[in-house]
């Protein structure tokens, strides 16, 4: 208790930090095991991986409570259990899915690599994967956030053709160059703006980002690795009248790494407008951004307007406020 009193107290003169925790697969298609192996849980020698209980369980864990998130990401594992489930199965999931509680990114094939294929295979694979959600779920359940965390290093096709082009918002990624990746947070630019094709230019840039703690991979913070292997981290324990009790070591540490991983970014992915008229405007990274306030006014007025703007981005930010007096 002391120990988390000590990081607390500090913590919470800091201004507030709004932490997303996006609970995601990263299941390999094939790498110590093969596909069906990972798949069905055999051969767990060789890897602890059962894809087929992930989803079981993804499925009832969410049908349990709505608060609950998680994003899915390969369709070969998707797909292969989806040809598996009966109506009843297949009904809860779709609401699930409906509510936004069960979504998928990236949504191709498979995750693929970016520095030996083709484009064309990166295209075909996606599409399969994409096409089958679109006829199965609709097309707003299609994937807008690519997420290629394992890949071992990044193509500009990806980004240009398969983000931007694809009708992706946004791209992420683990695995870049140890060069790159010390530049970046030392700069505070592990989210950035990623315009990959000179020709196309604008148009076909996206928001770039790298996962995890921003170190390189796509690893939950220390301390907080409950994946199902060796080595794994001590659960929550939040009975304070067991020996066991961990919670308010677990929230500190939780809270220093929050604050560690927000300081490695200049957080452009956020920008909040506050004004006076009760207007909040969150926006996902329009770089220009023209706002027109238009007031028709009777006799007298007093207008108060305070505008707060935190931004690092080179940003166009043109405010005409027209008055007409009648
Ligand atoms: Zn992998």
């Known amino acids: 208790m002391a120990l988390a009193l000590r990081v607390l107290q500090p913590l919470a003169a800091l201004p507030p930090l709004t932490v997303h925790i996006v609970p995601h697969t990263h299941d390999d298609c094939g790498w110590l095991k093969t596909f069906d192996a990972y798949y069905s849980g055999t051969d767990n020698w060789l890897h602890l991986a059962s894809v087929r209980n992930i989803l079981d369980a993804v499925v009832l864990s969410l049908a349990k409570e709505p608060s609950r998130r998680f994003t899915f990401v390969e369709q070969s594992f998707f797909q292969r259990w989806w040809s598996e489930q009966d109506d009843a199965q297949r009904s809860a999931t779709r609401r699930l899915i409906e509510s936004g509680q069960l979504q ?148 500190a540490a939780f809270l220093v790494a929050a604050r560690a991983q927000a300081n490695e970014t200049n957080q452009l992915i956020t920008l909040t407008l506050t004004l006076p008229l009760s207007l909040s405007l969150t926006l996902i990274l329009p770089l220009t951004l023209t706002l027109t306030l238009t007031l028709t006014l009777t006799l007298t007025l007093t207008l108060t307007l305070t505008l707060t703007l935190t931004l690092t981005l080179t940003l166009t930010l043109t405010l005409t406020l027209t008055l007409t007096l009648t």
């Open 104 to 251: 998928f990114a990236n949504g191709g094939w498979c995750m693929h690599d970016e520095a030996t294929v083709h484009f064309v295979d990166m295209i075909d694979q996606t599409t399969l994967g994409h096409r089958m959600i679109a006829e199965e779920f609709g097309a707003e359940a299609v994937p807008t956030v690519g997420w290629q965390l394992d890949p071992f290093g990044h193509s500009a096709t990806q980004a240009a053709l398969l983000s931007a082009e694809a009708g992706m918002n946004a791209l992420f990624f683990g695995r870049i160059s140890k060069e790159e990746l010390k530049r970046r947070r030392a700069s505070r630019s592990a989210e950035f703006i990623w315009r990959a094709s000179p020709s196309l230019g604008a148009d076909a840039q996206v928001f770039a980002g790298l996962t995890g703690e921003y170190g390189g991979n796509y690893v939950p913070p220390e301390g907080f690795d409950w994946a199902t292997r060796e080595g794994e981290d001590d659960p929550i324990e939040d009975n304070p009248n067991v020996s066991s009790y961990n919670a308010p070591k677990k929230l």
